[in-house]
């Protein structure tokens, strides 16, 4: 089967201020469009069979900035969670909400107010990246590569499911702004070859200083920013 190269969008102004977007129409800043020009170098040279993009702003702004000369596909499948009353709140605030425990050790029992569940977010963006690989394997054979530009929670749901690993587990994955992921499916499994990879100085390892004008979206250290966040990754 084909290959997937799965492309997070770039840094956004929400994910700088610590914001969760969700559907709303964010647009990357400064950071993000160097981030997505530099996915773009990596892309280069590499024989593109298909580009698929969720409908947000931010992942089109991402693939026009990696990848000026193609116009994507678009499918609503790969769109954000929809998080409902969640959205556009500070993630710091968020993580004081009762709910913000069990979407960090039970998301698959969570359906945010207002909105998705985390259980029909996951199953709609599996279902779309399995479609659109049989597909491009059908057209273009099992050697073929193809990206698509989605977001954090989508692209970690993803590759839970690559991995065989229940949602609840999820939270445990990371996709950086402008990360890939890629993910080759086969008749009996699907093998991740790639993981969250930034190509990265490995400083940017090193955690960012915590102040108080930049709150991270957790209460702790084992909390995962819900959306994805942004880790504070070097360009």
């Known amino acids: 089967m084909a290959t997937v190269l799965l492309l997070r969008h770039g840094r956004t102004t929400s994910n700088a201020a610590g914001i969760l977007a969700g559907h709303q129409p964010t647009e990357l800043d400064d950071v993000g469009r160097a981030q997505a020009r530099r996915a773009g170098e990596r892309l280069a040279g590499i024989p593109l069979a298909a580009v698929v993009s969720s409908p947000l702003i931010r992942c089109r702004q991402t693939l026009a900035e990696a990848l000026p000369a193609v116009t994507p596909a678009v499918d609503e499948r790969f769109t954000e ?6 959205t556009g709140k500070e993630l710091a605030k968020l993580a004081k909400d009762p709910l913000w425990k069990v ?17 029909a977010m996951a199953a709609r963006a599996v279902a ?3 479609e659109w690989d049989a597909t491009v394997n059908a057209e273009r054979g099992p050697d073929a590569l193809w990206v698509a530009c989605s977001h954090g929670d989508v692209i970690k749901a993803i590759v839970a499911d690559a991995l065989g690993l229940h949602l609840d587990q999820f939270q445990r994955l990371m996709a950086d702004p402008a990360s890939i992921t890629a993910i080759r499916y086969t008749a009996t499994r699907p093998f991740v070859v790639r993981l969250n990879d930034s190509g990265a100085d490995l ?7 915590k102040t108080r004008k930049r709150r991270t979206a957790a209460t702790s250290d084992s909390d995962a920013a819900v959306g994805g966040g ?6």
């Open 128 to 130: 779309a990246v399995r």
């Open 203 to 209: 400083t940017s390892l090193i955690p960012p200083k």
């Open 81 to 86: 969670c929809g998080y409902g009353d969640w």
């Open 103 to 119: 979407v960090q050790a039970h998301p698959s029992a969570v359906t945010f107010p207002g909105g998705e569940s985390m259980a």
């Open 230 to 235: 942004d880790t504070g990754g070097k360009i």
